[in-house]
Each structure stands twice: as C-alpha cells, then as structure tokens.
C-alpha cells in the first residue's frame, strides 16, 4: 500500500552567506578568467578547460554541491594541504578532454576556506613533454623543515629514453608564492629513480603514487606498485631520499599512511577501496596490522564492476587541519561518457576511530552551511506500506533518517521515486545487510538496541550515503528519470517506526 504524507518545507533563518573570495580576491568559484601565464602551456590548459564548459553547461545531471571542475576529465585527489587558513585540494585533470588522457594529466588546483565552498586555481603542474613528461601521477604534499609545502608525484616517461632504464620517476615541486598558486620543479630533480638511491633497479615500472609520512621524528614515503617500498629523507629540505626497506600491507594505488590518534591507518584504492589499522615501528620499517582491524572504506559498487574508469570512491587523500581533524577527500567516477564532463570530489569526510579501533567517517558538519529548507518528522508509523513524504522531493538534499525497526522484515527509504511510485532508489535494509541502490553492505543491527541511522547526501548523479553515524558508507553514480524526484519511506513484513526525518534542500556552489 502507498500513502502520501502532507508536509512542507519551512524556511531556515539562517541564510547561506555570499561566496567569500570572488569579491576580494582573484579566483573564485569560476573558472579563471583568460589570461597569459608566465608558462605557455598552462596557458594553454586553462583555455581548453574553458573551451569546454558550454559543451556541459546545461547537463542536468552534474553535481551542484559536489567539488569538480567545469569541464573535461578528473581523476585523483592527488594531494591535500592546510596553508594560511585555506583547505588545498590538488587533483588530476585532462584539460584537452572529458575520457582519462594518457597523454596531457596534470595537477590542477583548488582552495577552500571551510571545506564547502571551492574556488578554482590555475594548473599548478603540467607535463613537461620537452623531457619526455607524458603526464603527472597522483601523490601527495608535505612541509619541509623550513614550512615550505612541497608536491611529491610521478613523472611518467613518454619512451625509455626519457629517464634511467626507462621507468617512472618521483619528483618534487615547490611554491613561488606564499599563496601556492604559482609551482615549479626543484633542481634536485628526479628525487628517486629506478637503481639508485637504494631503490631496486628491477623496482616495477608502475612505481607511482608517493606518500610522504612522518614517525618517530623521520620523514618516510611510500609508493604503489612496488610491494611497499619505504623511502626516508636524508635531509631537513626533503631533497635526499634513501630507501630503507619494505612495508606489508600496501597494495592497490593512491596509498595514504597515517597516525590516527594512536593507530596507524593504511588507506588503499582497491576494488572496492580497503583499510587496515595496526602499529608501526619506523626503526624496522614495520607496520603490524591489528587482528580483525580492517574492511571496506566505501562500498562504492552495484552488481558488478561496470569498467576500467567505474571506480566509484577511489584515488584518496588526506590532510590534518587546525582543529587536529584528519580530513579525508576522495575521486568519485563511473559517469556516463561523452558529457564535456566526468569525475568530481567526494564530499570532505573527517576520519575517527571509535573506542574499538574502527574506523569511523562522517561528512564534514561545514557542510551544514549549504543547507537550504528543512522539512523535519518525527514518529512516523510505517506498516506494510509505502508512504510519499510530500515537499521532501528534491535532486539536491540532505536526508538524515532513523528507524526503529520494530518487527519489520524490512525497510527503508526510496529516493527519485516517480510520480507513479514505479521507479525509485531503494536503500533497503532487511535487518542483516543494506541494499543501496544495488549495492550489498553488511549492516547487523545485533541483540542491542535495534536502531538504524541513514545520512544520504543526493547531488543529481552522486549518491553518499553514511550508515549508524559513518561505521559503514556507500558512493554510488546514479540516472534516475530526470523527473522523478520523490521521496518515501517503506516497511514490509511489520511494522517499523520512522524515528525521525530531516530533509535539506542544498544550495549549488558553483554561478549559474
């Protein structure tokens, strides 16, 4: 049975504030405008981005609270900063298209004051193809015993001829502003190469993706690709590695590896995205997993994987900031092709563990800041049935739910449903797992007090949802009807009882 629910939104009193930068200073949520940069080929970049934006403008299926670019391809976060109050986000981008470019990636730039509202930077690394650079690979960013913020990444050589025995490199770039909006190469250049440095000469010729940790007063990195290869600076500038041994467990790409108050975390870009939580010994270069301490990070997938680039949440990256929060971002893909567009952030997800050492992620609350009208039930009794929350429909919202499950067999939310309640995203839990959208996640309610929380963020094609306050999460790349934007509650088998409901429509952060 299907019933409709009469509600409305009320208006928040407290209205989101106007863009902070634009005004004051020259970048903003927009695109930079046209200008000649010092290097040519940025130039260059910045306009094919730019060349493409009409190609996109209208797709009513691009997230409006969601970081992205424009337009053309985005891939990896490839490294994350704090500096002078502003969150940094670098990221890979294809300028000259919107599929992934062999040819062409390079680090584009963004900044934030409250992990909520972007503005766009100029390109800040491009592929140096006069020395045989065809792109530049994810890594990371660290600060120098001088506090200058260096980027660490992977040159990928065009030919062999390009570096030492015709592999990857690792190389370093520094700031020529206090603002982190200008970057250039150090002379030091390449930091790491297959053969030297202690670095194996057999090292695989994949070796990319450096991340740069520090513990026990040393400064280390480690790489995908290579069976955990661990790599420590020899000097306070950071220009001097050596390699000093192997570490278990890393695998995938993108590995983030980090002190979580008093864990260490190894984040991986698996399929799906995986964790690992134990000790590390930086005088034996070990890392110890804790028994049972591990899973999924992010479920991301439906039935199947559906190809190369359908990666869902993957290619992450990390940063602490003022408040002591480790802040995690993330790639999200698997969007329809041929759009002008593809790829865009996951929204910021700060990383706790609880007192059994699990790892916990919720959305950063500065995301409250784009919250528009609110809808709120409370104690809504849901037999057998389905009922429509009117005035709750929306493409961009915020839903916070919980249930009680009574003696339902299952329940849940439907999402996008059509006018004739025919179609829908269903996040269905049936009191073992959760079924979100066709994505499977073990999710027991156990012996305890039996109750279930949902905090699904809904941007057009992005899904995210946060399961029992973040112990469990979920990023799907959704099309449904463009039309169908309702929303409704469901029990089956029993009765469950709606605990509560809030609803926000969220505000776009980017000019219409």
Known sequence: MRRILNVGF????????????????????????????????????????????????????????????????????????????????????????????????????????????????????????????????????????????????????????????????????????????????????????????????????????????????????????????????????LTEWEYVGQMDSVSGECPNFFKLADKWVLLRSTYPPSYRIGTFDPEKIAFVETRGKGGTLDYVYGPKKLGPWHRGFYGTNVLFDGQGRCVLFAWVSGFKTGRGWDGCMSLPRILTLDHDDNLIQTPAPELQKLRGEHLKLENVAVANESKVIRGANGDAIELLAEFDPGDAKALGLKLRCSDDGNRSLVIRHDGEKLNVAGTDVPVPLGDGPRRLTLHVFLDKSVMEVFINDGRACVTRVVYPGENDLGVEVFAEGGRATLVSLDVWRMTSIWPQ
């Open 10 to 237: 009320c208006t928040v009193l407290l209205t989101l504030s106007a863009l902070p930068f634009a005004s004051a200073q020259e970048f903003g949520p927009a695109w930079p405008e046209k200008k000649e940069y010092a290097d040519p080929v940025i130039t260059k970049a910045m306009e094919a981005v730019r060349s493409g934006i009409a190609d996109c403008r209208e797709d009513s299926t691009r997230p409006v609270y969601h970081f992205r670019p424009p337009a053309q391809w985005m891939n990896d976060i490839c490294g994350a900063i704090l500096h002078k109050g502003y969150y940094h986000v670098f990221y890979q981008l294809n300028p000259y298209g919107d599929g992934w470019g062999s040819r062409g990636s390079s680090w584009a730039h963004a900044r934030s004051k409250d992990l909520a509202q972007w503005d766009h930077l100029p390109i800040a690394l491009h592929p140096l193809v006069e020395q045989g650079e065809i792109r530049c690979n994810s890594g990371s960013i660290a600060i120098n015993a001088d506090g200058t913020p260096m980027i660490f990444y992977t040159f990928v050589p065009k030919h062999a001829k390009a570096t030492r025995l015709g592999k990857r490199e690792q190389w370093a770039a520094v700031p020529t502003d206090d603002d982190l909006i200008g970057w250039r190469r150090i002379k030091e250049n390449p930091l790491l190469a297959a053969g030297t440095h202690g670095v194996p000469a057999e090292v695989n010729s994949g070796w990319s993706d450096p991340f740069v940790f520090k513990a026990g007063g040393r400064t280390f990195a480690t790489f995908k690709s290579c069976d955990g290869l661990v790599v420590e600076a020899k000097n306070p500038g």
